[in-house]
Nanobody, 113 residues
Framework: QVQLVESGGGLVQPGGSLRLSCAAS????????MGWYRQAPGKQREMVAL???????LYGDSVQGRFAISRDNAKNTVYLQMNSLKPEDTAVYYC???????WGQGTQVTVSS
């Protein structure tokens, strides 16, 4: 049974930084791509960043240049470094494993002064 556990969310001021972590278990982590998605109130869930098993990354337009996704296969963990945060980045952030299609429980990120 695949489990994805996110951590690192919280309240941060505009311009600040946060790093999210997602610890995976019950899957072969190193050979699978991973992703971060987010959902703001009243909006659809959107892709934030993806990382392939080989470390290639892809970002949503709204976070390009500000966020960075990375992975540590020895720890079965994927990270999302978020810099220059804006109020519009406020959302619940979810970790996603496309194979087998599992989601974490989400972690709240709030950007506000």
């Amino acid at each position: 049974q695949v489990q994805l556990v996110e951590s690192g969310g919280g309240l941060v001021q505009p311009g600040g930084s946060l790093r999210l972590s997602c610890a995976a278990s019950g899957m072969i982590f190193s050979t699978n791509s991973m992703g971060w998605y987010r959902q703001a109130p009243g909006k659809q869930r959107e892709m934030v960043a993806l990382i392939s098993s080989g470390g290639m990354s892809l970002y949503g337009d709204s976070v390009q240049g500000r966020f960075a996704i990375s992975r540590d296969n020895a720890k079965n963990t994927v990270y999302l470094q978020m810099n220059s945060l804006k109020p519009e980045d406020t959302a619940v952030y979810y970790c996603h494993a496309p194979v087998p299609g599992s989601w974490g429980q989400g972690t709240q990120v709030t950007v506000s002064s």
